[in-house]
């Protein structure tokens, strides 16, 4: 059975932060590429190598996320032109 697992681990995140601020802003735009990348790297990895006895990936689901990140990559709008969202099921 796939689950997440809570860790008694506990931070904390200044409300005003310089850093934080500048790395949101809309000068920093978001690396698509490299975060499809990435993300490509994550599923064959997951497609590929052992995880545990019960572990299957959502096949779907990982294609619909791949799907998202690559027109996003592309400077797709979050929707196409006939209002759908081909990513989300």
């Known amino acids: 059975m796939n689950s997440l697992?809570?860790?008694?681990?506990?931070?904390?995140?200044?409300?005003?932060?310089?850093?934080?601020?500048?790395?949101?802003s809309s000068e920093d735009p978001i690396n698509y590429a490299a975060i499809?990348?990435?993300?490509?790297?994550?599923?064959?990895?997951l497609r590929t190598r052992y995880v545990s006895d019960d572990f299957k990936l959502d096949e779907a689901a990982a294609a619909r996320a791949l799907l998202?990140?690559?027109?996003?990559?592309?400077?797709?709008?979050?929707?196409?032109?006939?209002?759908?969202?081909?990513?989300?099921?």
Request: aromatic share 8%.
């Open 68 to 89: 998202y990140f690559r027109h996003m990559t592309e400077g797709a709008r979050m929707t196409m032109p006939n209002g759908r969202m081909p990513w989300i099921s």
């Open 36 to 45: 499809l990348a990435r993300f490509e790297q994550v599923v064959e990895d």
């Open 5 to 24: 697992v809570a860790l008694p681990i506990a931070g904390a995140l200044p409300v005003s932060s310089p850093a934080i601020s500048v790395s949101l």
